[in-house]
Nanobody, 127 residues
Framework: QVQLVESGGGLVQAGGSLRLSCAAS????????MGWFRQVPGKEREFVAD????????YYTDSVKGRFTIVRDNAKNTVYLQMNNLKPEDTAVYYC????????????????????WGQGTQVTVSS
């Protein structure tokens, strides 16, 4: 069965860094677009970043551009989210997800276009 397992979350001070990992199993990792979303209680899940099957194309939400980097290692079936210069407003549960959508040229995918989701990892940034 398909499994996505996030790790790497934690508590960090503002200005610090974290690297999230999402390990995938159960199907051919390189065949899927991968994305990161985040959610705070009482709010909708928010797109953060996503990456094409080869890793050559990426999209980011404006609030993280220049601070976050999404990369993937298809040999390790893992997608990463490097988060630098973290801010308190980055505090959320972060989820990874995969998608079978073919077209990835018109911008980031929406949450409804993703098929499987991980259980999430908490990121807390203190001021």
């Amino acid at each position: 069965q398909v499994q996505l397992v996030e790790s790497g979350g934690g508590l960090v001070q503002a200005g610090g860094s974290l690297r999230l990992s999402c390990a995938a199993s159960g199907r051919t990792f390189s065949s899927y677009i991968m994305g990161w979303f985040r959610q705070v209680p009482g709010k909708e899940r928010e797109f953060v970043a996503d990456i094409s099957r080869s890793g050559g194309k990426t999209y980011y939400t404006d609030s993280v551009k220049g601070r976050f980097t999404i990369v993937r290692d298809n040999a390790k079936n893992t997608v990463y989210l490097q988060m630098n210069n973290l801010k308190p407003e980055d505090t959320a549960v972060y989820y990874c997800a995969d998608s079978t959508v073919v077209n990835f040229t018109d911008g980031p995918l929406t949450s409804t276009q993703y098929d499987y989701w991980g259980q999430g990892t908490q990121v807390t940034v203190s001021s």
